[in-house]
T-cell receptor, first 112, second 112 residues
């Protein structure tokens, strides 16, 4: 299994500002995934982050809005830039270990 | 990922077995059936997965039909803490670079 931690666990931010979310895994993994879960909705993949290369973004998500860093095999950050109330969501990081995908506890973001 | 169909919601009496069905008639031969659950505002929790054979672990049992077109997740003695949204996902396993796609899931309410 994999133990994943995220910081911060929650935050309240003003529109127009940016927030960087950190994800730490207890083992080395090739790829990490960032998801968003808007209120009352299911999970939506934002991007896939591979160590040493640029992240791959899903349709509807762009690097300028959600820049991602992946400096090593156990850590990644997701920045939510120029925030608006529509960015209020739970942001989750995730990794594969063996045959299973594991998720972090999530970062709950409220944008006012 | 194979398309899956689950009931929107289900109720279960505390202490009784909860049987959550899932249809996945288009699942391919190499796709596993994964089950996750999400307790309110937390990250998804892995429960169990299987390919062809029935599987059991400390959390639940997974019964997959012989034609693999449907499956049932069984929580043998439901408790109030099992109240959550349960997701059934058909996906390839162990690729390391493959992310799971979440649908709307089944909202299970365990009633005292």
């Amino acid at each position: 299994s994999a133990v994943i931690s995220q910081k911060p666990s929650r935050d309240i931010c003003q529109r127009g500002t940016s927030l960087t979310i950190q994800c730490q895994v207890d083992s080395q993994v090739t790829m990490m995934f960032w998801y968003r879960q808007q209120p009352g909705q299911s999970l939506t993949l934002i991007a896939t982050a591979n160590q040493g290369s640029e992240a791959t973004y899903e349709s509807g998500f762009v690097i300028d809005k959600f820049p991602i860093s992946r400096p090593n095999l156990t850590f990644s950050t997701l920045t939510v830039s120029n925030m608006s109330p529509e960015d209020s969501s739970i942001y989750l990081c995730s990794v594969w270990t063996e045959e299973t995908q594991y998720f972090g506890p999530g970062t709950r973001l409220l944008v006012l | 990922d194979a398309k899956t169909t689950q009931p929107t919601s289900m109720d279960c009496a505390e202490g009784r077995a909860a049987n959550l069905p899932c249809n996945h008639s288009t699942i391919s031969g190499n796709e596993y059936v994964y089950w996750y659950r999400q307790i309110h505002s937390q990250g998804p929790q892995y429960i169990i997965h299987g390919l062809k054979n029935n599987e059991t672990n400390e959390m639940a049992s997974l019964i997959i039909t012989e034609d693999r077109k449907s499956s049932t997740l069984i929580l043998p003695h439901a408790t109030l803490r099992d109240t959550a949204v349960y997701y059934c996902i058909g996906a390839y396993s162990g690729a390391g670079s493959y992310q799971l796609t979440f649908g709307k899931g089944t909202k299970l309410s365990v009633i005292p």
